[in-house]
């Protein structure tokens, strides 16, 4: 009954589709290809891809991970709300104000609870 | 301005306490004070919603300005004062246990202050996004705290399967959710509820919303057969942990469980015997109570003796869900008052159990109970009498909240269920009295480890408290009776 209103997300995927098999077939088309042994490896963001599978990472990398995710939300939450400041008047400065200081209080404690420092 | 402030104010006095409380744990060097602290904002929040409940939900009117998604009416700020008390005892027997077990880690308080903040924003939800805020700020809180104990291999094991499998139920019902915002068009209970009612839609979207909205539900209030993690997660999770799951988890998971079935399909349709969801909740109740009743008789460690009691207490709770089609207000100010009853004596039950242990000779099976009544007969006294609440024998406040329950499945003329949940209750005798027979008629085999109670003023504390609200409402329901039927005369 609503599906009209679904049209422009179907065709937000038509294009995405397009564009990216479109630009798969060009460099494929186009590019230049000269493979060594080096360059035909899986690339792991510039980790060795093989060798043990059950590697202890430290947990260091997961709470630097889940800080970045919370500042990263709080930055989403800011940037439309910057944009819609003068419309939302004192209640979204006062709400805005509200959710900064959650933030704020969860860096403090990350902070003196250590999360921060990597050299432990 | 001002009344509608006073509605808010339980939330704000727990997030910002608990605010208070995380700050406070990593700027001082104050560990003892925590539990106190964390009575002290929680206590405070319950008085705040019992000043909302004298002005009246209806001369707050504002607050909806304020907080669109939220509804505040003598539903929401009945479970506010329930879960209010539920956490603050929770953390007064925390403050005990955790300092005699070493693992007095200051982010226990703050993290059992926000589940209980989501706690009340389930029940006070109005909106199904809202909903699944607090459903989540309530549960991902729980599962931190049943992994509380992080060198236990038991502990990592129950909060491993709550958390996947309670991830697993609140995707399911996000997903029911979604398919009834397919169907109608909107996320706000109200307006869901007036889609369902209008006769011209029909959509089988909407049944199998419904059944997946069902099963979510069904697994946080641990009905059989969703209930897989309960034991697991109560037994592995540090005891104040797991009182905290059994009274306030479950309340929340209740206080959703009649918004959505009565507010989302209250319509006649959904909520008629013959075409809705009463059949399929009362075969929950029915499954629920016979089947933890009966396992609950066969386990050997005390914490999973309660947690498959907590479950079939559950099932008691479902029979007055149920019930609530045909007698609304009735019904659902029953529950409430069982609710009330349960939380009060399972917190106490949970509490008296911390005090009959000490570090490194906890009371884990029947055998450590052996002959403490006559070594200890202090501590056993509270053990036994929450128990016996528990069972639901008068003069205790449980023999009301099931009687109650038990009066409205018959009005509302579901005299099977009746019956069997009767007969259920008289199976659960049994695996209570064993606790009075391993208290008071045996003697320790020799060379068994002897549990030694420990001592603790916050523990004691919070059974005095316990034994009060239990003692208050055998004898004298009158005020917290009168207080659940009006919500369900508003309701």
């Known amino acids: ?120 | 301005m001002m009344p509608s402030i006073l509605a808010l104010m339980p939330m704000l006095v727990i997030g910002f306490g608990a605010l208070a409380l995380m700050l406070a744990e990593v700027l001082t060097d104050a560990k003892t004070g925590l539990a106190v602290g964390t009575a002290v904002v929680l206590f405070t929040a319950a008085a705040f919603a019992c000043a909302g409940w004298m002005v009246g939900p209806e001369n707050l009117g504002d607050a909806a300005v304020f907080a669109p998604w939220l509804v505040f009416d003598r539903f929401t700020l009945f479970f506010e004062v329930l879960l209010a008390l539920s956490g603050a005892l929770a953390a007064l027997v925390a403050g005990g246990y955790l300092r005699e077990h070493g693992i007095d880690r200051g982010e226990f308080y703050a993290i059992l202050s926000f589940s209980t903040l989501g706690a009340m924003m389930l029940a006070a939800a109005g909106d199904v996004l809202m909903l699944f805020v607090g459903l989540e700020t309530m549960s991902i809180g729980a599962y931190a705290l049943a992994g509380f104990r992080r060198g236990s291999p038991k502990s990592a094991e129950g909060a491993l399967k709550y958390f996947l499998l309670g991830s697993f139920a609140a995707a399911l019902m996000m997903f029911g959710f979604a398919l009834l915002y397919g169907a109608t068009g909107h996320t706000d209970l109200a307006g869901l509820h007036n889609a369902l009612a209008s006769e011209s839609l029909r959509s089988p979207s909407i049944v199998i919303a419904l059944a997946l909205v069902l099963a979510g539900l069904a697994f946080k209030v641990s009905a059989v057969p969703f209930h897989m993690w309960t034991p697991d997660a109560y037994e592995g999770a540090p005891t104040p942990a797991t009182a905290f799951m059994a009274a306030s988890v479950k309340a929340g998971g209740f206080a959703v469980l009649l918004r959505v079935l009565l507010t989302v399909f209250g319509d006649e349709r959904s909520a008629s015997w013959a075409t809705g969801w009463p059949p399929v909740v009362a075969l929950l109740a029915v499954l629920t109570m016979t089947v933890a009743n009966l396992v609950a008789g066969r386990q050997e460690s005390i914490k999973r003796m309660l947690a498959y009691s907590s479950i079939a207490h559950a099932g008691y709770l479902l029979v007055g869900v149920v019930a609530a089609i045909r007698a609304p207000a009735q019904a659902q100010s029953a529950v409430l008052f069982y609710l009330a009853t349960y939380s009060v004596s399972t917190i106490g039950a949970f509490a008296a159990l911390v005090l009959c242990g000490s570090r490194g000779a906890e009371v884990v099976s029947y055998e450590d109970l052996a002959g403490l009544g006559r070594r200890h007969p202090a501590v056993a006294l509270p053990f036994a009498f929450f128990i016996l609440s528990l069972a639901g024998m008068p003069p205790m406040a449980g023999f009301f909240g099931k009687w109650f329950v038990f009066k409205a499945a018959m009005d509302a003329g579901l005299h099977g269920l009746t019956v069997i949940a009767f007969i259920n209750s008289v199976i659960a005798a049994y695996y209570y009295l064993k606790v009075f027979v391993f208290l008071y008629m045996r003697e320790p085999a020799a060379g068994a480890p002897i549990a030694k109670p420990m001592w603790s003023g916050e523990v004691v504390t919070a059974i005095a408290l316990c034994a009060f609200f239990v003692l208050l409402l055998g004898l004298a329901p009158g005020a917290v009776l009168d207080a659940a039927l009006a919500v369900g005369g508003a309701g």
């Open chain 1, 1 to 120: 009954m609503h599906v009209q209103t679904y049209a422009p997300m179907f065709m937000l995927f038509v294009a995405a589709t397009a564009i990216a098999t479109l630009f798969f077939t060009l460099a494929t088309v186009l590019g230049p290809s000269k493979p060594s042994a080096e360059k035909s490896l899986p690339f792991e963001c510039g980790s060795d891809s093989d060798g043990a599978q059950h590697v202890r990472l430290s947990v260091k990398f997961y709470l630097t991970a889940i800080l970045f995710v919370v500042f990263d939300i709080e930055s989403v939450f800011v940037y439309p709300w910057a944009i819609q400041f003068r419309s939302l008047g004192w209640m979204g400065l006062a709400s805005m104000m509200g959710f900064l200081l959650v933030i704020l209080v969860g860096l403090v404690y990350a902070w003196k609870k250590g999360a921060l420092e990597w050299e432990t």
